[in-house]
């Protein structure tokens, strides 16, 4: 870990307003913050990446860290392993008997390898909450984090039954995941006080099916008053849908009740929101509320492809980080879509558009626009770099290389990572 403050950088590319921009330097100050940026900084303390494209630090909107060591264990093309809810239960196999040490294991080695893949930023959405004692698990999730180096914000997770009827829970998740609303607001208030300059914390509602829709309007009410981030799981399968409507006797669904009950805005984001009506999209939009899509997760489970237009706020994630590459995310959202839809015009998803949901999209969701998501005076230098020497961008001018960068390369053509200006990557 480099420490780059009190530098000027000067990269042969930075992408800013949309496009690569030549001959700009970025002056960091003492805390990894932007202070200056423009042609013509003067100063002796230069750093040159003269074959280096920087681009803000991808935002991964929706990660469960410990998931990444079901790897190896996909069940993809066997029957026993056709459904997400088979998979369900390899991934409650998991955290059986984790305790705080295996925690912080298991979540710091899938944060390097977010690092690697030039993810700068993490929305853990995290509810494996209970080790040996009542949310111990927590401390280690950030603990992890920090020393990884990455940035995260906690979408600490409510958790508290096992289905709309309230069925008997599975001792996993008695065990590991449900608890009271009242203790649960609780810790997260505790958990305030463990925030610094690359730690924040957010809240989420597991779902509709594990938090009762009185209790999900409850925790977003006060996540709105508090102005943090609120995350929930959303019609990421059929059956959430069906059970639902088993459940109340009606026609509706998960996110008919919940847009009946509240009003979202900006902190808001659903996730997946893969069986969401277009309508119900729709009507997201119009409010500001934001939608994390994992193209490669939903792929992997079966689960399905959401209905994006150019109106959604849309921002990607790794959630079970199977595979983690950003860049696959973002280009299979674009194919997704265009296969969906037998058109390579959906969405306006562009190279430029895509990097923009990859960014600043990944910023607004989590509620760090101030903080990340772009080069500009005050925020924090965050940052991706890719090789021009690499021979999958050779001969690309400058105007066609973020459509080479999105939809041709892959994580080994990023040479520099950087987090509150720490070069933490660096291939050369």
């Not at 069940?75 to 088979?86: A, H, L, Q």
């Not at 949310?135 to 997770?157: K, N, P, Q």
């Not at 969906?340 to 990944?362: D, F």
Request: glycine share 8%; with cysteine.
């Amino acid at each position: 870990m480099i420490s780059l403050s009190n530098s000027i950088i000067c990269p042969k590319l930075v992408w800013i307003g949309d496009k690569f921009q030549e001959g700009i330097s970025i002056r960091i100050d003492s805390d990894g913050n932007i202070a200056e940026i423009g042609k013509g900084i003067c100063g002796t303390d230069k750093v040159i990446w003269s074959n280096e494209a920087l681009i803000p630090g991808f935002v991964n909107t929706h990660s469960h860290a410990f998931h990444r060591h079901l790897r190896g264990r996909s069940e993809i093309g066997d029957e026993s392993g056709d459904t997400f809810w088979r998979w369900r239960d390899n991934m409650y196999g998991l955290v059986d008997e984790i305790d705080w040490e295996t925690m912080k294991r298991l979540c710091k080695s899938t944060f390097q390898e977010m690092i690697n893949a030039g993810i700068t930023t993490v929305g853990e959405f995290h509810y494996v909450h209970h080790g040996e004692k009542r949310f111990d698990l927590d401390s280690a999730v950030i603990e992890a984090a920090r020393e990884a180096g990455i940035r995260m914000c906690l979408l600490t997770t409510l958790y508290q039954r096992a289905g709309f009827d309230t069925p008997t829970p599975h001792p996993i998740q008695k065990k590991r995941f449900i608890s009271d609303y009242d203790e649960f607001l609780s810790h997260v208030r505790s958990l305030k006080a463990l925030e610094n300059e690359t730690i924040s914390i957010g809240v989420a509602a597991h779902s509709a099916r594990a938090v009762p829709f009185e209790k999900i309007t409850s925790l977003w009410e006060w996540a709105n008053d508090e102005r943090v981030p609120f995350h929930i799981h959303l019609e990421e399968q059929p059956k959430e849908c069906v059970d639902c409507q088993k459940y109340l006797g009606t026609k509706e669904t998960p996110m008919d009740l919940i847009l009946k009950s509240i009003v979202p805005n900006q902190l808001f984001t659903g996730v997946h929101n893969t069986y969401t009506s277009e309508e119900n999209m729709s009507k997201l939009a119009k409010l500001g509320a934001n939608v994390s899509i994992c193209p490669c997760t939903e792929g992997y489970l079966g689960d399905g492809i959401p209905k994006i237009s150019t109106k959604t706020h849309l921002s990607f994630g790794t959630d079970c980080n199977n595979r983690i590459c950003f860049l696959e995310e973002i280009r299979w959202a674009a194919f997704t879509q265009h296969v969906k839809h037998n058109s390579r015009n959906v969405a306006g998803l562009s190279a430029s558009r895509l990097m923009h949901y990859a960014t600043i999209g990944g910023a607004r969701s989590l509620n760090l626009e101030d903080k990340v998501g772009s080069f500009e005076l005050g925020k924090a230098f965050d940052f991706v770099s890719f090789s021009l020497n690499s021979p999958l961008l050779d001969g690309l001018q400058s105007d066609e290389l973020i459509d080479g960068i999105v939809f041709s390369t892959g994580n080994r053509e990023i040479s520099k990572v950087g987090v509150q200006g720490k070069l933490l990557v660096d291939s050369k």
